[in-house]
């Protein structure tokens, strides 16, 4: 048992690298800062400086182009010495941030009077990863732990293919073949730019599920699963978005897809409700709109800056469609670097949807993702519209980068690891459908938790989150969690 613990634990923590690769860090270069990386020196004459060259040294794989799309100065531009420093430092960060990299130096070149050249030294990540999957089939890993008993025929397995960088121009490439609790095949591939000017995309996806294994319902905000020798549901979609970058900071999304799903007549019989009215069929258009504004400083796991998103989701498109909602969603993230290594974030999501009445698998929930109240990770909370506050109060207590020399493969040479101590308190309020009794002791009411925690960050974004909390209802326990809070 023990020994398929620890399998567990090596497999989440190498997914959680991958997963949180460059596809959308701390990454690396953010300890580099906690390290205490010492600035340039300010310059106080205030002369003007002309940009001539910009030279990229470290990029074997990525194209120049990708590296100076990201730039704010260009040779021939202009800049006043004294402001050079910030513009360097706020390049390098959004450089990072394309998870492309490992770390990123920006130096400037004075070869004459009041001109300078741009050296901009980066180290390439690790770019292919073929990942086992080893993962649970529940929302997460504490509600697989408390509401299943740990029951390792839960899991599903599989491989998961990423192919960051492809070509150079920052395309990502991913094949899912996934078995066990559920089956899934997925294939998605995104073009970040199309165009010369670098600010149009696409991103096209394709998937097939089928599952032995379903949630029919909901008692008492706990999922109750059936289950069956023969395939239970089967869901089909594909999809296609339309990118805009039109600045560093600001990203739109326009996304086209389609929807189809089938369930058996066993499912019906456990709830008639599921798909609507004794329905065993189910498929719809949507389109849906997401704006995007990221001033963060390292997106894998931020300390400084903010960010907002916010969008708007219509399904059913046809009069053959049938299934028809609206949904709206916005959130904002703002994070605070105190003095001596300390930090505050928080956290605020609203979404909103129509109608109120919806067939059981169309639910709409606080539970799911990053969207809980922590202290209540194994309860699910139906509504049609709900709101979510998380702050956080942390202290770095580690940060040390070790140079794995010995390493044959150099990507993996640089090896940065962090630890944070916290204190953490959440707040939410879920609306509960009209006339749902299955589930609604948790809605209609403020609920809140607080807790303490410890954030382990290492390579490739790979957060790992212990916390033990407590909820309004009396609750407390410990819990764990992959990726970052928010």
């Given at each position: 048992m023990?020994r398929a ?6 497999c989440?923590?190498f997914a ?6 460059p596809?959308s860090?701390v990454?690396?270069?953010s300890l ?6 010492k600035?340039?020196p300010?310059?106080?004459?205030g002369?003007i ?5 910009i030279?990229?040294v ?8 990708i590296?100076?799309?990201e730039?704010s100065l260009?040779p021939?531009d ?16 959004k450089?990072i941030?394309?998870r492309l990299?490992?770390t990123v130096?920006?130096?400037?070149l ?6 300078i050249d741009?050296?901009i ?8 990863f073929?990942?086992p999957i080893f993962?649970?089939s529940?929302?997460n890993?504490?509600?697989?732990w408390q509401?299943?008993?740990h029951?390792?025929d839960r ?6 293919l ?5 070509r150079?121009?920052n395309?990502?490439l991913r094949?899912t073949?996934q078995?066990g609790?559920?089956r899934?095949?997925e294939?998605?591939y995104r073009?970040?730019y199309?165009?010369r ?5 696409l991103?096209?996806?394709a998937d097939?599920?089928?599952a032995k ?8 905000h ?9 395939v239970?549901k089967?869901?089909?979609g594909?999809?296609?978005?339309y990118?805009y ?8 999304v326009l996304?086209?897809?389609y ?5 058996a007549d066993?499912v ?5 409700e599921?798909m609507?009215?004794?329905q065993?069929e189910q ?5 849906s709109y997401?704006?995007?504004s ?5 997106v894998g796991?931020?300390l400084r800056g ?6 708007l989701v219509k399904?059913g ?5 049938n299934?028809?909602k609206f949904?709206?969603?916005?959130s904002?993230s703002?994070y605070?670097?105190?003095?001596n290594?300390?930090?505050?974030s928080n956290?605020?999501v ?5 109608p109120?009445?919806?067939p059981?698998?169309?639910?709409s ?5 990053r969207q809980?109240v922590?202290?209540?990770e194994?309860y699910v909370i139906?509504?049609?519209w709900y709101?979510?506050?998380?702050t956080?109060?942390?202290?770095r207590?580690?940060?040390h980068i070790?140079?794995w020399?010995?390493m044959?493969?150099?990507q993996?040479?640089?090896?940065p690891?962090?630890i ?13 459908y009209?006339n749902?009794?299955?589930?609604y002791?948790l809605a209609d ?10 954030d ?8 790992l ?8 209802e009396g609750?407390h326990g410990?819990f764990?969690n ?5």
């Amino acid at each position: 048992m023990m020994r398929a613990v620890f399998l567990f634990f090596a497999c989440l923590f190498f997914a959680s690298s991958v997963w949180g690769a460059p596809d959308s860090g701390v990454v690396a270069d953010s300890l580099k800062r906690a390290a205490k990386r010492k600035p340039a020196p300010a310059d106080t004459t205030g002369h003007i400086l002309h940009v001539n060259r910009i030279f990229i040294v470290g990029n074997r794989i990525t194209r120049d182009r990708i590296v100076l799309r990201e730039l704010s100065l260009k040779p021939g531009d202009t800049i006043s010495s004294t402001q050079l420093a910030a513009v360097l430092e706020r390049d390098r960060r959004k450089l990072i941030n394309t998870r492309l990299f490992n770390t990123v130096e920006l130096k400037p070149l004075e070869f004459e009077a009041d001109h300078i050249d741009l050296l901009i030294d980066v180290n390439e990540r690790w770019y292919t990863f073929p990942s086992p999957i080893f993962e649970l089939s529940d929302r997460n890993f504490n509600e697989w732990w408390q509401n299943y008993n740990h029951d390792f025929d839960r899991v599903n397995y599989g491989l998961r293919l990423y192919q960051y960088n492809m070509r150079g121009r920052n395309e990502t490439l991913r094949l899912t073949a996934q078995f066990g609790f559920q089956r899934r095949f997925e294939i998605m591939y995104r073009i970040p730019y199309i165009d010369r000017r670098q600010k149009q995309g696409l991103i096209i996806s394709a998937d097939f599920t089928e599952a032995k294994n379903l949630a029919y319902k909901t008692l008492d905000h706990k999922l109750v699963y059936a289950q069956a020798d023969h395939v239970l549901k089967i869901t089909r979609g594909a999809s296609i978005a339309y990118t805009y970058r039109g600045s560093f900071y600001d990203t739109h999304v326009l996304k086209a897809e389609y929807r189809s799903t089938s369930i058996a007549d066993t499912v019906t019989l456990l709830n008639a409700e599921y798909m609507g009215k004794d329905q065993t069929e189910q498929q719809f258009g949507v389109l849906s709109y997401q704006f995007t504004s990221d001033h963060r400083d390292y997106v894998g796991y931020p300390l400084r800056g903010h960010h907002f998103t916010g969008g708007l989701v219509k399904v059913g498109l046809s009069k053959s469609d049938n299934l028809r909602k609206f949904e709206m969603n916005a959130s904002y993230s703002r994070y605070i670097e105190l003095k001596n290594n300390f930090f505050l974030s928080n956290n605020t999501v609203a979404y909103w949807s129509t109608p109120n009445t919806l067939p059981y698998s169309n639910y709409s929930a606080l539970g799911y993702g990053r969207q809980f109240v922590r202290g209540y990770e194994v309860y699910v909370i139906e509504g049609p519209w709900y709101a979510l506050n998380k702050t956080t109060f942390k202290k770095r207590i580690f940060s040390h980068i070790y140079n794995w020399n010995a390493m044959p493969i150099r990507q993996f040479r640089y090896i940065p690891l962090s630890i944070y101590l916290k204190s953490y308190a959440d707040l939410g309020y879920v609306r509960n459908y009209p006339n749902y009794t299955n589930s609604y002791r948790l809605a209609d009411k403020v609920i809140s938790g607080v807790g303490l925690g410890i954030d382990v960050v290492a390579s490739y974004d790979a957060v790992l989150r212990f916390e033990y909390s407590f909820n309004a209802e009396g609750g407390h326990g410990f819990f764990f969690n992959l990726k970052r809070e928010f």
